[in-house]
């Protein structure tokens, strides 16, 4: 497991270097992820050797162009387990994925009348889409909020999903809980009131493998930079029958069939929803990310991080003052943690670790509606990958200690 | 970076017991400052007459940094004219974007010069300029009433 570690560790050169004097110790994984070799190496040969537009013009690097874009998607479809490289659309991030299917499915789907229903703990990304699509449409926007332990409450689900019910959104773990919720029983109930389910994969797809035909989502999102790939490419993976009977989102070259001076024929999926340039070196560098991370294997990714979750609570809680949002059980918990520290705000606590080299983050995390329904008006928040170390946590909780101090409060 | 720089002694003292943290009874103004990426929230809120500051207060919450150059700036613009207040502000202001920087230019400050390091640390850039930005846009509000 150390030697494996380590190994793993050298595979990210940032982490190399130092921050204010001190090794840097990165904890704001679910910002951003960092970047392996194996992505660096192969966005470079994509630069160096294959660049060219893809699907378009008859020459040899645009045919080697359109193979490695379509190698990337058939590799995300395995990763997802999708039924079908169609289904699998390639945008800018998440949210450019969850405004794709607001204003194409959402528009022309949801009536006046009818309920979309999300999770209190969506990260803005799921829920300003939403108010938008309620509020052009005259549809209500319903939340489902949470048990003591920051759990999905069912009585909540039952009185909240119901027969009005057009669409269900909801993050398959939290951003700023932690919470991994059980969407494969929440899709089943959903399904069964007659409504959509749209996930949010963000923060699961880098920890723990992902079946979308298990979970049985009509939708699925996630951020090539959230797992180890670059910035500028996500993906939205739709069930087929969806995706078919949705107008394009964005309008342009490859996107069409034949186009004529008052009207268009649309492509087939997966281009309908493809328009203008892709950016290939993001879903080749992305390809690569995601065949890193089977290369780690997911046992050694799960029982790192469960032990850097379980090492974080247990040495965190000790600290006096230090209060912990999050279900705090492994089983229903990913690997981040927010808390706060009384009597001092989030982002005095975030210099301060920063002062000895330690990224934390610290604010409303694009959550406002679940910051107001807990009460705080930001938290801090450390949140781990498997490169991170029990040496890491023990610096951070080191840091942690000596905040109030440095505020003026003694201890 | 050096913490005890930043945390220092006076804004220790500020941001913690603020008697400049108190509703103003018989404000002619108030202006609500929000930094929307970190939450910090505060209402300043101004007794103006015959456009001299006759009381100044704020409420709200958010960071050591914002609370305490909210108190400082309060302490420094009571009994100031509208148009001196402003200008204090742009003085801050000028100060923080590192375009004034002659001792001489910034003696007005008094203790907010405490927050001139403050651009080493970019992202707390906006906890120390929000109650002077706020500021700016409450004084010509209360003029136009």
Redesign the interface.
């Given at each position: 497991m150390k030697a494996k570690l380590k190994l793993v560790r050298d595979q990210f050169p940032i982490l190399k270097q130092r921050v204010?004097g001190r090794k840097l110790v990165y904890l704001d994984n679910a910002a951003t992820t960092q970047t392996p070799r194996a992505v660096l190496d192969a966005v470079r040969e994509y630069k160096e050797f294959f660049n060219a537009n893809p699907r378009r013009g008859a020459h040899y690097l645009g045919g080697q162009a359109t193979i490695l874009l379509e190698r990337a998607r058939r590799k995300v479809q395995h990763f997802l387990n999708a039924p079908s490289p169609e289904e699998i659309i390639f945008t800018r991030n998440a949210t450019e994925a969850l405004n794709l299917i607001a204003y194409s499915f959402g528009l022309s789907k949801i009536e006046a009348k009818d309920e979309i229903v999300l999770c209190i703990s969506e990260h803005h990304s799921n829920l300003v889409p939403w108010q938008r699509i309620a509020r052009l449409k005259g549809a209500a926007l319903r939340y489902l909020y949470l048990n003591d332990d920051y759990t999905l409450n069912w009585e909540e689900v039952k009185n909240k999903i119901t027969a009005r019910t057009a669409l269900v959104g909801i993050a398959h773990m939290s951003n700023v809980l932690g919470t991994i919720y059980p969407i494969k029983e929440l899709v089943g109930f959903a399904h069964k009131q007659g409504a959509a389910v749209v996930v949010d994969g963000v923060q699961s797809v880098p920890h723990q493998p992902v079946d979308v035909q298990d979970l049985n989502a009509d939708f699925f999102v996630f951020s090539g930079h959230k797992v180890f790939g670059p910035m500028g490419i996500g993906v939205l993976y739709g069930k087929r029958r969806f995706l078919e009977a949705m107008p394009p989102f964005l309008m342009g070259g490859e996107m069409v069939e034949y186009v004529q001076e008052q009207e268009a024929a649309f492509s087939e999926l997966p281009y309908k929803f493809e328009a203008g340039t892709p950016n290939l070196e993001g879903a080749v560098g992305l390809e690569a990310a995601l065949n890193f991370v089977e290369e780690v294997g997911w046992d050694f990714v799960q029982k790192q991080e469960r032990q850097l979750l379980a090492y974080a609570l247990e040495t965190l809680q000790k600290i006096p003052y230090l209060s912990v949002y999050g279900p705090k059980c492994l089983k229903q918990q990913g690997p981040v943690l927010s808390f706060t520290i009384k009597?001092?705000?989030?982002?005095?606590v975030?210099?301060?670790a920063?002062?000895e080299g330690i990224a934390l983050r610290?604010?409303?995390h694009c959550a406002q509606p679940l910051?107001n329904y807990l009460g705080v008006?930001?938290t801090s928040r450390a949140s781990f990958s498997f490169y991170n170390t029990k040496e890491e946590i023990r610096r951070l909780a080191a840091s942690l200690s000596k905040v109030r101090k440095?505020?003026?409060?003694g201890s | 970076m050096d913490l005890s720089e930043l945390y220092t002694e006076l804004v220790l003292e500020h941001s913690r017991n603020c008697a400049n943290k108190r509703l103003l009874e018989c404000a002619t103004c108030s202006k609500r400052g929000y930094n929307p990426s970190c939450g910090d929230d505060i209402t300043i809120e101004l007794l103006i007459e015959k456009d001299q500051i006759i009381d100044a207060a704020f409420t709200g919450f958010g960071c050591a940094i914002s609370q305490a150059s909210t108190s400082i700036m309060i302490d420094l613009i009571k009994g100031r004219s509208s148009a001196e207040a402003q200008k204090l502000a742009d003085i801050f202001l000028g100060m923080i974007k590192r375009e004034i920087k002659e001792e001489e230019e910034l003696e007005p400050l008094g203790d907010a010069i405490v927050f001139q390091n403050i651009s080493n640390l970019p992202a707390r850039v906006k906890c120390a300029v929000l109650a002077w930005r706020t500021l700016k846009a409450a004084v010509p509000e209360a003029n136009s009433h």
């Open positions: 204010n009597d001092c705000h989030p982002h005095d975030a210099t301060i920063d002062a610290s604010g409303h910051m008006p930001a440095w505020l003026g409060y | -």
